[in-house]
């Protein structure tokens, strides 16, 4: 079934909510910036709505990634779905609270969890548990952060996939070019999310400017690109006919 094609990412969601966030634990300049911002791209909060926002239009240049977010309420819960996916590329996302007890456990009993991403209120409150895992965890402390990251993280699975099957003899031909046309949508969903008008942000929410990530678009895209490369491999005649079009006198 292509659901269970290893290469596609499931998310396990232990909590399910941004609760939080939207509670009374934030600034009031936290909770005005939440409430400001619904226009395009407005916050996803709902695990239907992250998977959307993950799976994108099933466009048929891309891959058909399926169901990608699994709620689990208790980590009990969390790790009989580890067990349902073993065989899957799994990231892990949790509250800080229920995440003390959770990924200490994952971390020494499953090993298809590729990455964990903590949303909580301090990370301060979590160093201490949470440092022998510092590798592959990442702790956020607002909703897009956490989501940009995650769709980046698997868009740079899917280039890592798609580049190690371009020189595989008889890998179906448009394997590789419909991982990096994922790619390329969730690197530029991530920008698009990532963006804040610098007239509603509230102050001190970010110190730094951060302009839009370009170093695996820039990989994807172009003459000698990735995308090239994989519609080469894709339509090998229409390959050949641009190729003598242009040696022509």
């Known amino acids: ?48 709505a992250i998977s959307h926002l993950i799976c994108g239009d099933n466009h ?24 349902k996916y073993r065989d899957r590329k799994i990231y ?23 990455s964990f991403y903590v949303f909580c209120h301090s990370k301060a409150s979590h160093v201490n548990w949470a440092f022998p895992y510092r590798h592959y965890l990442r702790m956020f402390t607002h909703p897009i952060d956490l989501l940009v990251r995650l769709m980046r993280d698997i868009s740079v699975h899917f280039i ?10 008889n890998t179906h031909s448009n394997i590789p070019l419909r991982y990096f ?29 951060r302009p839009p990530r370009q170093t695996y678009l820039n990989q994807l895209q172009g003459n000698n690109g990735l995308i090239s490369q994989a519609e080469a491999i894709a339509n090998p005649q229409q390959n050949y006919d641009n190729n003598a079009m242009d040696t022509q006198p």
């Open 1 to 48: 079934m292509a659901d269970q094609d290893p290469q596609k990412p499931i998310v396990i969601w232990l909590d399910g909510t941004f609760a939080e966030y939207e509670s009374n634990v934030l600034p009031p300049t936290q909770q005005k910036f939440q409430n400001e911002i619904t226009a395009p791209p407005s916050l996803p909060l709902s695990s239907e």
């Open 60 to 83: 048929p240049d891309r891959i058909t990634v399926g169901k990608v977010v699994e709620i689990a309420s208790t980590p009990d819960d969390a790790y009989r779905l580890i067990e």
């Open 92 to 114: 892990f996302v949790s509250s800080g609270s229920l995440g003390s007890t959770a990924i200490p456990y994952i971390g020494t009993h499953y090993y298809n969890v590729l």
């Open 160 to 169: 890592s996939f798609g580049k190690s099957t371009l020189t595989v003899p």
């Open 181 to 209: 046309r994922h790619a390329e949508y969730l690197e530029n969903k991530a920008n698009e999310l990532d963006y804040i008008d610098p007239q509603t942000m509230p102050p001190n929410y970010r110190t730094f400017d």
